[in-house]
């Protein structure tokens, strides 16, 4: 992700420093083995957003540059900065990841959503709770973090509750009985964080099916009924605490990563031309493209025998 900010490409808006549509693209096509799901982003956008609250990198003119502290992490053992950015995470407020809950509307209206860090810390907490190694089911979680007063509400009270609603602000408001359901909110809320930023920094495996269809705990609301899904993170599950997770929410003192399998063997060739084009017929890894964005310009994606940069 540093790399990729190093060539200047992704961009975000200097007022929400929220990545555009095509810094996601752009992040989604250097993700081992892509996002979450081809045509929705999760990591895709959270990247951007983790790599500006842990300082590595800087919004410059709207684009996303590595601060010095940025440039120093590509020296350092990986699970030191993933660590970092974890815990840096938890003390942000550059997004409040309920905001991502799109269908859930009336958000931005005065007084009705908590302070997001607090909320935050509270899902840091359940995720540090969590037995490393053993898969939790989603339900499982919220089901011990109401048990454990782990109860991180979206909405300052029970008249903010009235201002949030789906499709239409009065037949479809979350302030009727029985219409906001902890899984709802605090469920939803945590589902972002753990699949949207846990998820993508590598501290939890999940498992998750597609979106739609997933969850029917908004059906009974006014409006329901025309959503397929609450949210993106409706497909998330289960979740299970690895050693980089159990390092990085301080269960373990060290962490020894896995050794890294072996590349497969490169299919294809590439070719360099007597005018310092250099060409990959068969494409090339997304290292490798990004290491030849650093010396060479790309003149053009691989299509039959254009060339892919120059020096």
Avoid at 196 to 204: F, H, P, S, W
Wanted: charged content about 20%; some cysteine; glycine content about 10%.
């Amino acid at each position: 992700m540093l790399r990729l900010c190093a060539t200047g490409k992704p961009r975000c808006s200097e007022k929400t420093r929220r990545p555009g549509t095509a810094t996601v693209a752009a992040v989604g096509e250097v993700l081992d083995g892509g996002d979450f799901y081809p045509h929705e982003a999760i990591a895709g956008f959270a990247w951007p957003m983790l790599l500006q609250a842990g300082g590595l990198s800087e919004l410059t003119g709207g684009r996303l540059t590595p601060t010095v502290r940025g440039r120093a992490a590509l020296t350092r053992p990986p699970h030191l900065t993933l660590a970092q950015l974890w815990q840096r995470w938890l003390n942000s407020s550059l997004l409040d990841e309920f905001s991502r809950v799109e269908e859930i509307k009336g958000q931005r209206a005065a007084n009705v959503l908590t302070a997001v860090k607090p909320r935050r810390k509270l899902v840091g907490q359940a995720l540090a709770g969590l037995a490393p190694g053993a898969w939790t089911s989603v339900d499982g979680l919220f089901t011990d973090m109401r048990a454990a007063g782990l109860d991180p509400a979206v909405h300052r009270n029970e008249r903010a509750l009235w201002k949030l609603y789906l499709e239409d602000p009065q037949a479809g408001s979350l302030g009727y009985d029985g219409h906001h359901g902890w899984s709802l909110l605090q469920g939803r809320y945590t589902l972002a964080v753990l699949f949207e930023y846990a998820a993508t920094l590598g501290l939890i495996d999940v498992e998750y099916v597609p979106a739609p269809g997933a969850r029917d705990d908004y059906r009974h609301n006014w409006g329901g009924d025309y959503l397929d899904r609450l949210s993106r993170y409706d497909g998330l599950a289960a979740v299970r605490l690895n050693p980089l997770g159990a390092y990085a929410v301080g269960l373990t003192s060290d962490y020894t990563p896995a050794p890294i399998p072996a590349p497969p063997v490169p299919k294809g060739r590439v070719t360099v031309l007597a005018n310092f084009d250099v060409v990959a017929l068969d494409g090339l890894p997304s290292a490798d493209t990004l290491l030849l964005d650093g010396f060479a310009d790309r003149k053009s994606d691989r299509s039959g025998l254009s060339p892919l940069h120059r020096f």
